[in-house]
């Protein structure tokens, strides 16, 4: 029998390939690399992989019970599908249009502080010059390099296929770099000691930032971002892991995509800085556990049951050239992989504490880098405490009716009429608005637990439904209410906060707020005792501070010791990078910090559950 081949045309793109019937929609669309937004990786859990089918509609079977679920009557009406739940039917052409890959722009946070350290990197330039009338060999090399500079060091096989032709061209005169003070990893003809350089590169569940870095002077000359290709398996790291583990391939599938995209970034990089690629010499690298274990190519399933617990703690160093995807690097470039602390507290963690210097002091501080997941690090005195909450998604914009990530046309900031309810609300970029991210989604649920709308239990009050059109009811109670009115915004829809968001934000602030508070409870630590309360990453970047405080999230610190630090990871891949004995700390950072383990502490699920309570309001009676 012969195959019935469907001609799929995606827009607004206008890629057009042929495909059999049956083909999954949302699989075709992770091959081809084709964006679209979905949270659980395909699962039929998120229902935010919208697509519109523009022709071909006809053919398709009858909506799913999941379609039901998270689309409108009148948007399936329209033609609207989600992508995981369609499988191509036997027609001639479809026509599919995925919303998700518009015109706005995703904003990615990539700066951090400004921290200066002397430079010492683990990759130096050596320029020697060798008597032509004597040997050229290897020895003659080695010393050289002892007499004049004072370094003992041994050839390896790569710059030894280097030396013939160095030698020549440079009519005596070459220059070696050597790797750690111990290997000559490259041998090049006359002086290039002025042509040194690194990068490094920040994997982040959401985003990848990538910085070029002059080795001897720890200047940096480029940096670029872009979001995560790894979101078409899943927004969450539980989703990827299952993608990785869910098929043969999968895993060197999402490794590729990933060295794919720091490839692009890297020339990027280069091409800013106006120089050659081969002129970069080594790579650092942070990232949670997973996102480590994917650039490395070993199988996250270690991160999939509990415990939960990391294959190895230790940094890890990989040559270029056993990498399935070649990088836009010197071929002897060496990429070394900070260490990480726990399953789920990895080596952006680590990162982080170097960029904020939290071993420098013994005052009690805490550090709180909130992304898909959210770590935590208690230091003083004493030493180091940390542990994971499973706490991002929401203020990610993920499992929010409208959440999305931080983009030109999410609302990021809300005020509230204490008098009338009538909102005015903040688009990052002044676009119409398309959804909410996550410090806009903090903003909304503390003006509406300023405004009474609702109470500290977070439920909505019924009393006011009558007192706007904004609050909109089912069955008498009180379910949603909306921010920008379907005329306001870009989706031709109302965008709402539901009763529903409101628990998954009570939810994700209480996993921070436990998490903190079982952590200073091992140390026997107060929350007035805390001198610093850093926030790492994009979410604590843009957040206004009195959104969290109305909400508790975080422990009673006074308002002037909370300080956000941006793209803190980042930041310490840079100083990783430029200084060795900075990448020497932090592997005594990751074998010295105690890993805490929630889960198993009896207090948790009491302090988790008052948690989930917002703090009584001192300027107005809820009514609850």
Not at 383 to 411: L, V
Not at 436 to 455: F, H, P, Q, V
Not at 461 to 467: M, P
Request: proline share 5%; with cysteine.
């Amino acid at each position: 029998m012969t195959e019935h081949l469907v001609s799929v045309s995606f827009q607004p793109s206008g890629r057009t390939v042929d495909v059999p019937a049956g083909t999954d929609l949302f699989s075709l669309m992770v091959n081809l690399g084709l964006k679209h937004a979905n949270t659980c990786g395909g699962k039929g859990k998120c229902g935010k992989c919208k697509v519109k089918i523009e022709e071909g509609l006809h053919g398709l079977n009858p909506p799913t019970e999941t379609e039901l679920k998270h689309l409108l009557p009148e948007e399936i009406g329209r033609g609207y599908r989600l992508a995981c739940a369609v499988q191509i039917p036997p027609v001639p052409f479809l026509s599919v249009r995925s919303p998700s890959s518009g015109p706005s722009t995703q904003k990615l946070q990539t700066e951090g502080l400004a921290v200066s350290v002397p430079p010492d990197p683990a990759v130096k330039k050596y320029t020697i010059r060798l008597d032509r009338s004597g040997s050229f060999e290897e020895e003659g090399v080695a010393d050289e390099l002892q007499e004049r500079y004072g370094i003992v060091c041994l050839m390896d096989y790569a710059a030894l296929t280097m030396l013939p032709e160095a030698i020549e061209r440079g009519k005596g005169c070459v220059t070696c770099t050597v790797y750690r003070g111990e290997t000559i990893t490259a041998v090049e003809p006359g002086d290039t000691t002025g042509k040194c350089l690194g990068f490094a590169a920040d994997i982040g569940t959401t985003k990848l930032a990538v910085y070029l870095v002059d080795l001897r002077s720890g200047e940096q000359l480029a940096f670029s971002a872009s979001p995560n290709p790894q979101v078409l398996y899943g927004d969450d790291v539980m989703s990827r892991i299952t993608f990785a583990m869910a098929g043969k391939g999968n895993l060197l599938t999402m490794q590729k995509t990933l060295l794919k995209e720091i490839a692009r970034l890297v020339s990027g990089c280069c091409v800013q800085a106006g120089t050659d690629p081969r002129w970069v010499y080594e790579g650092c690298i942070v990232g949670n556990t997973c996102m480590i274990q994917v650039f490395l190519g070993i199988s996250p399933k270690n991160l999939a049951f509990f415990p939960y617990r990391n294959l190895f703690r230790k940094g890890v160093t990989v040559g270029v050239k056993e990498l399935p995807v070649r990088l836009p690097v010197h071929r002897t470039a060496r990429i070394y992989t900070l260490p990480l602390i726990a399953g789920f507290v990895g080596a952006d963690t680590v990162a982080a504490r170097l960029a904020v210097e939290l071993n420098d002091f013994r005052e009690p501080r805490l550090l709180l880098d909130i992304g898909t997941n959210t770590e935590v690090v208690l230091s003083d005195g004493n030493g180091s405490i940390s542990c994971s909450c499973a706490s991002g998604p929401a203020f990610e914009g993920m499992h929010i009716t409208y959440g999305m990530k931080a983009d030109s046309s999410s609302i990021d900031r809300v005020s509230i009429d204490p008098e009338t309810f009538e909102v005015a609300f903040h688009t990052i970029d002044g676009a119409k608005p398309a959804g909410i991210c996550g410090s806009g989604i903090a903003s909304a649920i503390a003006e509406m637990l300023k405004t009474g709308i609702i109470g500290p239990n977070g439920k909505f009050r019924n009393d006011l439904s009558g007192s706007t059109e904004r609050i909109k009811t089912v069955d008498g109670k009180a379910v949603e209410f909306v921010l920008a009115w379907k005329h306001e915004t870009a989706v031709n829809t109302d965008i709402s906060i539901s009763q529903k968001d409101v628990v998954e934000v009570q939810k994700a602030k209480a996993a921070i707020y436990a998490g903190c508070t079982l952590l200073m409870r091992q140390k026997g630590i107060t929350a007035d005792q805390i001198q610093s309360l850093v926030v790492a990453g994009a979410f604590g970047q843009f957040v206004d501070k009195g959104s969290v405080q109305t909400i508790g999230m975080f422990p009673e610190v006074a308002p002037g010791r909370v300080h956000e630090v941006g793209n803190a990871a980042g930041t310490g891949a840079r100083i990783a990078l430029a200084s060795l004995p900075k990448r020497e700390e932090a592997e005594r950072i990751a074998h010295t910090t105690k890993y805490y383990e929630l889960a198993t502490d009896p207090d948790f699920t009491g302090i988790y559950a008052r948690a989930m309570l917002f703090p009584q309001r001192r300027d107005h009676d809820a009514g609850n």
